[in-house]
């Protein structure tokens, strides 16, 4: 229509595909993993069945879930000489940008989790990136703070040693809570995947011409960073920090958003397939006020941030445009809760969403299909003929 090609409908691979793992409903406001709900998963689950779930199809029997946890702790150790990429970058360096390029380098102490051509060469790349990751992770933040770095305890479980390995102390010893590890279980569960999003769809596409799994995750993390994407949770707390700031003037940010000719967003609202409200967003509010609750915290951003999204909900603007808090409106107030920094905030999104990456790329990969290669609709010029430089 209008003069727009269309491309053959049997073009292979144009950018969309059939998949098994992750069902989302726009309009109902409906997210399933392997078709379970989220809200049950949320609630019944913890991180590392829902992770195998993602991955393998099913929830694991306490056989498979032992095997899985045993075989991811016997892959946490990292290279020593990775360390000497970690002290090349300055402390400033944003941890998104560290970890895409740690996952990255992982390769070359990996070499065997390029080529997986078998599920059992496949199965042992996907147990060290699900054991060496939240290592990366935690040491990105830990480079920041000048900490020594931490390789974790395998005793403790795989959610709490994240925690651990982010927030032990030399000469201190290291306790576990639960409220905390409660709430950073469901965080991650909440975030493990959501189809074909900007950062699932670079793991696919990159995994598509057989880079291997930890390249492509490299390649997603760095799509993940983006603010319109995944690095969303941090833009919200910076703009709920400046309107408490700025003395908690929500109608003029709201009046921002508004105005065509001001770049500034909403951040943490709207969504290119929720056009009703995110399910996961419905699932955070409520955990941030209980975990506020229980650790007895005051933070005004959260009242900030209720006011925001109610005077929102209310406003023609947000509405005609189906504009709901999505994912990231609520996360970062339980992160910061948790004594997590701000930069740190896009980093629990991709520890969150390494499973449902880990997934994508290997059912990708199970169904042989071919090297992506979406294509366009041109609009550029027709044939012309060359003009010598003098006769421009
Ligand atoms: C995630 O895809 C996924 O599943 C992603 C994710 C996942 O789990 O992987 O869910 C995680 O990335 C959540 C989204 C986080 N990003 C943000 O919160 C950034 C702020 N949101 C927007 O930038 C925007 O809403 C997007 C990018 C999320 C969605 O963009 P769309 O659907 O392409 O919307 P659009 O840019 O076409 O905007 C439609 C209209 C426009 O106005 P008009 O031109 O029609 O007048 O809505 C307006 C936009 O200006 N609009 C906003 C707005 N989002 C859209 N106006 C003010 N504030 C906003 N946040």
């Given at each position: 229509?209008?003069g727009?090609?269309t491309?053959d409908?049997?073009?292979?691979n144009?950018?969309?595909?059939?998949?098994?793992?992750?069902?989302?409903d726009?309009?109902?406001g409906?997210?399933?993993y392997?078709?379970y709900?989220i809200?049950e998963?949320a609630?019944k689950?913890?991180?590392?069945?829902?992770?195998?779930?993602?991955?393998?199809?099913?929830?694991?029997?306490?056989?498979?879930?032992n095997k899985?946890?045993?075989d991811?702790?016997?892959?946490s150790h990292v290279d020593?000489?990775?360390k000497?990429?970690l002290?090349?970058?300055?402390k400033?360096?944003?941890p998104?940008?560290?970890?895409?390029s740690l996952?990255s380098?992982?390769?070359?102490?990996?070499p065997?989790s390029?080529?997986?051509?078998?599920?059992?060469a496949?199965?042992n790349?996907?147990?060290?990136?699900?054991?060496?990751?939240?290592?990366?992770a935690?040491?990105?933040?830990?480079k920041?703070k000048s900490l020594?770095l931490d390789?974790?305890?395998n005793?403790l479980?795989y959610?709490?040693n994240?925690h651990?390995?982010m927030?032990?102390?030399?000469?201190?010893?290291?306790?576990?809570?639960?409220?905390v590890?409660?709430a950073?279980?469901?965080?991650?569960?909440?975030?493990?995947?959501?189809e074909q999003n900007?950062s699932?769809?670079t793991?696919?596409?990159?995994?598509s011409?057989h880079?291997?799994l930890f390249?492509?995750?490299?390649?997603?993390?760095?799509?993940?960073?983006g603010?319109?994407?995944?690095?969303a949770?941090q833009?919200?707390i910076?703009?709920?920090?400046?309107?408490?700031a700025?003395?908690?003037?929500?109608a003029?940010?709201i009046?921002?958003?508004?105005?065509?000719?001001?770049p500034?967003?909403?951040?943490?609202?709207?969504?290119r397939?929720?056009?009703n409200?995110?399910?996961r967003?419905?699932?955070?509010?409520?955990s941030?006020?209980?975990v506020?609750g229980?650790?007895?915290?005051?933070?005004?951003?959260?009242?900030?941030?209720?006011?925001?999204?109610?005077v929102?909900?209310e406003?023609?603007y947000f509405?005609?445009r189906?504009?709901?808090?999505n994912?990231?409106?609520y996360?970062?107030?339980?992160?910061?809760s948790l004594?997590?920094p701000?930069?740190?905030?896009?980093?629990?999104f991709?520890?969150g969403?390494l499973?449902?990456w880990i997934a994508q790329?290997?059912?990708?990969?199970l169904r042989k299909?071919?090297?992506?290669?979406?294509?366009?609709?041109?609009?550029g010029?027709?044939l012309?003929?060359?003009?010598k430089?003098e006769?421009?």
């Open positions: 229509t209008g727009v090609t491309i409908p049997g073009y292979k144009t950018g969309s595909c059939e998949s098994g793992i992750t069902f989302l726009g309009e109902k409906i997210l399933r392997r078709g709900s809200e998963l609630e689950a913890d991180f590392l069945e829902v992770a195998y779930l993602l991955i393998f199809g099913e929830l694991p029997t306490a056989a498979q879930l899985f946890d045993k991811i702790k016997e892959e020593e000489d990775m000497k990429i002290d090349g970058f300055p400033s360096a944003h998104m940008g560290v970890l895409s996952t380098a992982l390769i070359a102490f990996n065997g390029v080529d997986v051509a078998s599920e059992e496949m199965y790349a996907i147990v060290k990136i699900m054991a060496k990751f939240p290592v990366l935690a040491w990105t933040m830990r920041r020594p390789y974790g305890d005793s479980g959610v709490e994240i651990k390995m927030f032990s102390r030399p000469n201190k010893t290291y306790e576990p809570n639960r409220i590890n409660d950073l279980d469901k965080l991650l569960i909440l975030h493990a995947d959501h900007c699932t769809s793991v696919r596409i990159v995994g011409s880079a291997g390249a492509s995750l490299s390649a997603g993390i760095s799509a993940l960073w603010p319109l994407h995944g690095g949770n833009a919200v910076e703009m709920l920090e400046a309107i408490k700025d003395g908690g003037d929500t003029k940010y009046n921002k958003a508004k105005d065509k000719d001001d500034f967003r909403l951040m943490g609202f709207g969504h397939v929720y056009k409200f995110d399910p967003a419905k699932i955070i509010k409520k941030a006020e209980e506020l229980n650790l007895g915290i005051e933070d005004p951003v959260l009242d900030i941030a209720k006011g925001l999204a109610s929102a909900l406003d023609d509405v005609k189906k504009l709901y808090p994912v990231d409106f996360s970062g107030i339980i992160y910061r004594g997590i701000t930069e740190m905030f896009t980093v629990m991709a520890l969403r499973p449902g790329w290997r059912e990708m990969r299909e071919p090297i992506g290669r979406p294509r366009q609709i041109y609009v010029e027709n012309r003929s060359f003009v430089v006769d421009r």
